[in-house]
């Protein structure tokens, strides 16, 4: 027998994948109307105030004539309340438990949101990520969506219904609630925007969208006003923290348009989507950091094929998100093996390199936890050599040595002190004049909504 759809993803362990479910874009019923995805993150529902504004802005969609979904994260910090209160019962929550806990406090905005729309006149149902047929893969607290079985939200829009979708959050293929990781609502409403044929997918937050740089750190960012998926990849990837980096994968691979905007105002955003003709004249379209960083080196590793399959096999096994790589040349057989982590993860990491320092016979490892990363972001990199040595150059000028650098084609990451990230990134935003560049991308994306 054929395995099912979702069966077949269950043991694919690369990107989430609809692919399997979805080989063409969906359509939607002949004759219904544009379908718009709304996702709200926690700020843009932190009380009742705000979530009677979602509800106002749904309804607005709905009566400019299209059908809606809103997807909602918990309200404001509860998620964190909740894990909080979790760490207080029990020092090492169990994690089928800890999905239960956490999966309450999109539920509760859910519902809420919709009580607030029927105030409003219109009909709205709120669904838990099960009952909106989310599924997905078995790993608590971190699981990824396989398949999703959208009819019951295509019967609530055909019956002219406002739908609202728990974010962050699905059944697994063992019939248990699962949760998706942190910041997982962007994931359930791109991933839902692919699934239903969604014209586009709104991204409302606390910031007006994607700038040059952190405009914490640098008061002149700009915000941009198109970014490609594959920038905003780097970008989600290098610290850049308004998307969640699988979203962004999701988007890509099924060309899910995304705008990124402010729940606080009625200004046009961020919009997210293929490489157009019109990016050719920015080279650099920002400047992201990570400051959380540390620096894991494995020392005197014997030079022989296999250790660095098994260093970073475990750290795989264990779910480590390793970044960069680096391995010196071999001096008397053996080499140094350096990588970098999130901090959050060192402590994670520990017992299991000193049992890998065992296994391949390295002579110690140690951890460097005052590091931090700079990365200079833009596809025009690509067709513009000297990008490197400017920003190389530039970093040197501002007296900040460089520790690991790794490149891809429109990235350029460096790892530096941590004290100096701030600084670095005022000094690449200055060097390459992004306050004042890319004239080209404010002219603002076709399909460009109010
Ligand atoms: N509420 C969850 C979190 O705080 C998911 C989300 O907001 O996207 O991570
Ligand atoms: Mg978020």
């Not at 438990?97 to 409003?120: K, N, P, V, Y």
């Not at 099960?130 to 699981?143: F, K, L, R």
């Not at 590793?301 to 970073?312: H, K, L, M, N, Q």
């Amino acid at each position: 027998m054929e395995p099912t759809p979702a069966e077949q993803s269950s043991v694919d362990t690369g990107y989430e994948s609809l692919a399997r479910v979805m080989s063409d874009k969906p359509t939607r019923p002949a004759g219904s109307r544009p379908l718009l995805v709304m996702k709200f993150g926690g700020t843009s529902v932190a009380d009742a105030g705000r979530i009677r504004r979602v509800a106002q802005r749904a309804v607005a969609a709905c009566d400019a004539g299209s059908d809606v979904v809103v997807v909602a994260s918990a309200m404001g910090k509860s998620t964190d309340q909740l894990m909080d209160l979790a760490r207080e019962v029990s020092p090492l929550p169990n994690e089928r438990e800890l999905d239960m806990l956490l999966s309450t406090g999109e539920r509760i905005s859910c519902a809420l949101i919709a009580m607030a729309i029927h105030d409003l006149g219109h009909v709205a149902v709120s669904l838990t990520g099960s009952q909106a047929g989310i599924v997905t893969t078995n790993e608590h607290t971190n699981a990824k969506i396989v398949e999703i079985r959208g009819h019951r939200i295509d019967e609530a829009l055909a019956a002219g219904h406002i739908v609202l979708v728990a974010g962050f959050q699905g059944v697994s293929l063992d019939k248990n609630v699962t949760t998706l990781g942190r910041g997982g609502s962007d994931t359930t409403a791109v991933a839902l925007a692919a699934a239903l044929g969604a014209d586009a997918c709104e991204i409302y937050t606390d910031v007006d969208g994607v700038f040059t740089a952190d405009p914490r750190i640098v008061p002149d960012a700009r915000k941009l006003h198109f970014v490609s998926f594959e920038e905003m990849l780097e970008m989600a990837a290098s610290g850049a923290r308004v998307l969640m980096l699988r979203s962004v994968e999701f988007a890509r691979n099924y060309d899910v348009p995304l705008h990124v905007r402010s729940s606080f105002n009625d200004e046009p955003g961020t919009w997210i989507g293929k490489a157009d003709e019109r990016m050719e004249n920015a080279i650099i379209s920002g400047v992201t950091h990570d400051a959380a960083q540390a620096r894991i080196t494995v020392g005197e590793v014997p030079d022989r094929p296999g250790s660095a399959a098994t260093i970073f096999g475990a750290c795989a096994e264990l779910g480590i998100n390793v970044d960069m790589i680096l391995q010196t040349p071999a001096v008397n057989g053996v080499t140094d093996v350096a990588f970098t982590l999130p901090s959050g993860d060192v402590e994670k990491a520990g017992p299991v390199l000193d049992r890998i320092v065992e296994q391949v016979g390295a002579a110690m490892w140690r951890c460097d936890q005052g590091v931090g990363i700079v990365s200079l972001v833009g596809a025009g990199m690509k067709t513009h050599p000297g990008i490197a040595a400017k920003m190389f150059a530039s970093l040197a000028d501002d007296g900040i040595n460089m520790q690991m650098i790794s490149t891809s084609p429109i990235k350029i990451s460096c790892v530096i002190p941590e004290e100096q990230v701030e600084t670095a990134v005022r000094c690449l935003h200055a060097a390459f004049d992004l306050a004042a560049t890319s004239e080209l991308r404010d002219h603002g994306h076709a399909g460009t909504t109010s």
